[in-house]
Structure formats: structure tokens, C-alpha cells
């Protein structure tokens, strides 16, 4: 079985700064595609960054040149670094990584959990 567990959630005042996690654990041969969403109260969950196996990412317009998506494949770990945080900001966000198990013939997606984000003075 494979899992994935986030952290470094947390309540931070506008123009603060938090770093997520995303650790993946269990029978795993490789990891590709590693993504964070979020999600606030009624709201959709939306996409907001990816990163590649070769290491390219993308964002969404909302929130470049504030969060950097980055990888650690040897701790099969995906970080998010968010800067100047916005109320706006504030959400669950969720880890989602691609992930071709040991005997699998093809990859599968996981979630986490989520972890908390909150933004407020």
C-alpha cells in the first residue's frame, strides 16, 4: 500500500510564509507527477502547482512568483514554499502524487489528507 502524508500547515498573518510537505511512503518503484490543489469553503478544489519527474513545474496565475514547487525524490518528498500568503490563500491543500507501485504495471494517483492553511491577522 502506498500513503501520502502532508504537513506544515498552520495560521500565518498576510505576507508570511509556510512550507508544506508531502511525504510518500510504502511499495513504491517510482514517483512521477507530484501536484498540490487546495481547497476553501465552497470552492472547488483547484490545481495549483506540478512538478515533473525531470523537475519542470507549473503554477497557476494566482499564486506565481509566490509558491515554488520543488522535489526530493530520495525522501519521496514534495515541498510547496508559499510567500507573502493572502487571506485569499487561505485553504486545504492537498498533495497528489503519481506513483507506480513495486509489481504495478502502470502508475496510480494518491491524495493526502490535507493540511490546514490559514491566513489571518
Known amino acids: 500500500q502506498v500513503q501520502l502524508v502532508e504537513s506544515g500547515g498552520g495560521l500565518v498573518q498576510p505576507g508570511g510564509s509556510l512550507r508544506l510537505s508531502c511525504t510518500a511512503s510504502?511499495?513504491?518503484?517510482?514517483?512521477?507527477?507530484m501536484s498540490w490543489y487546495r481547497q476553501a469553503p465552497g470552492n472547488e478544489r483547484e490545481l495549483v502547482a506540478t512538478?515533473?519527474?525531470?523537475?519542470?513545474?507549473t503554477y497557476t496565475t494566482a499564486i506565481q512568483g509566490r509558491y515554488t514547487i520543488s522535489r526530493d525524490d530520495a525522501k519521496n518528498t514534495a515541498y510547496l514554499q508559499m510567500n507573502n500568503l493572502k487571506p485569499e490563500d487561505a485553504a486545504v491543500y492537498y498533495c497528489?502524487?503519481?506513483?507506480?507501485?513495486?509489481?504495478?504495471?502502470?502508475?496510480?494517483?494518491?491524495w493526502g489528507q490535507g493540511t490546514q492553511v490559514t491566513v489571518s491577522s
Open positions: 497528489s502524487a503519481w506513483i507506480r507501485r513495486h509489481g504495478a504495471l502502470r502508475s496510480q494517483e494518491y
Open positions: 510504502g511499495s513504491i518503484r517510482s514517483l512521477n507527477l
Open positions: 512538478i515533473r519527474p525531470d523537475g519542470s513545474t
